[in-house]
C-alpha cells in the first residue's frame, strides 16, 4: 500500500519556524525527485520545493526562497521542509509528492504519489 504521510502542521504566529515531516511507505524513492506543494483556501496547488535523489540539487518557489529548505533522508524514506520567518501568506494545506520522473520539476502533473495532506496556520 501507498502511503505518503505528512507532519508537523499546525498553528505559528508569524516569523515563526515549522519543520514539516513527509514519511513515506510502500512505494520506492530511489532516484526520484520528491516536492512540496502547498493549497490555500481558494487558490490553485503551487509548487514549494523540490530535492532530486543525489541531495545535491534543490528548487524552490520564489515565494519560499532564503526561508524554506528541503531535505530528503533517502535510508528512511523520509523528506522535511524546514520552514522559517513564516508569514499569513503561507497559511495553507502542504502536500508531499513523489515524481514520475527522476530529474528535478516543480511541475504538479509530473507527480504521481501524492500525501493527504497538512495544514499549516500562519496567524497571530
Known amino acids: 500500500q501507498v502511503q505518503l504521510v505528512e507532519s508537523g502542521g499546525g498553528l505559528v504566529q508569524p516569523g515563526g519556524s515549522l519543520r514539516l515531516s513527509c514519511t513515506v511507505s510502500?512505494?520506492?524513492?530511489?532516484?526520484?525527485?520528491i516536492a512540496w506543494f502547498r493549497q490555500a483556501a481558494g487558490k490553485e496547488r503551487e509548487f514549494v520545493a523540490a530535492?532530486?535523489?543525489?541531495?545535491?540539487?534543490?528548487n524552490y518557489a520564489d515565494s519560499v526562497k532564503g526561508r524554506f529548505t528541503v531535505s530528503r533522508d533517502n535510508a528512511n524514506n523520509k523528506m522535511y521542509l524546514q520552514m522559517s520567518s513564516l508569514n499569513p501568506e503561507d497559511t495553507a494545506v502542504y502536500y508531499c509528492?513523489?515524481?514520475?520522473?527522476?530529474?528535478?520539476?516543480?511541475?504538479?502533473?509530473?507527480?504521481?504519489?501524492w500525501g493527504q495532506g497538512t495544514q499549516v496556520t500562519v496567524s497571530s
Open positions: 510502500g512505494i520506492t524513492l530511489e532516484r526520484f525527485s
Open positions: 509528492a513523489r515524481a514520475s520522473v527522476m530529474f528535478l520539476t516543480s511541475r504538479s502533473d509530473l507527480y504521481d504519489q
Open positions: 530535492i532530486a535523489w543525489s541531495n545535491s540539487h534543490t
